[in-house]
């Protein structure tokens, strides 16, 4: 059993960064793709970007190529995505994600949750 803790949201101007981090626990943590994903109110939970066990591999939903990346930290558990370029439509709540399988980009198919962190651009 994984569990996910998310921190790093908060308001930020349209232009500016943010970093999100997610602490892992209760598992291996290199035993899991990750993922990040976000959820804007009355809409559905949408996927972000995805990092491989060993971190080598990343994919990026295309709304965010070449704004966010993710990486990830095995020797300490967390995961991270630092978002630049931030728009006022990147506004929601973003989630963590956990599974053994790397790829998925439906939230339906994550084993792993944590509880969000919002996260809030002013235009």
């Known amino acids: 059993q994984v569990q996910l803790v998310e921190s790093g949201g908060g308001l930020v101007q349209a232009g500016g960064s943010l970093r999100l981090s997610c602490a892992a626990s209760?598992?291996?943590?290199?035993?899991?793709?990750m993922a990040w994903f976000r959820q804007a109110p009355g809409k559905e939970r949408e996927f972000v970007a995805a990092i491989t066990r060993g971190g080598y591999g990343r994919n990026f939903a295309t709304f965010v190529k070449g704004r966010f990346n993710i990486s990830r930290d095995n020797a300490k558990n967390t995961v991270s995505l630092q978002m630049s370029s931030l728009k006022p439509e990147d506004t929601a709540v973003y989630y963590c994600a956990a599974d053994p399988q790397y790829g998925l980009e439906n939230a339906g198919e994550y084993d792993y949750w944590g509880q969000g962190t919002q996260v809030t651009v002013s235009s």
């Open positions: 209760g598992g291996i943590f290199r035993n899991y793709a």
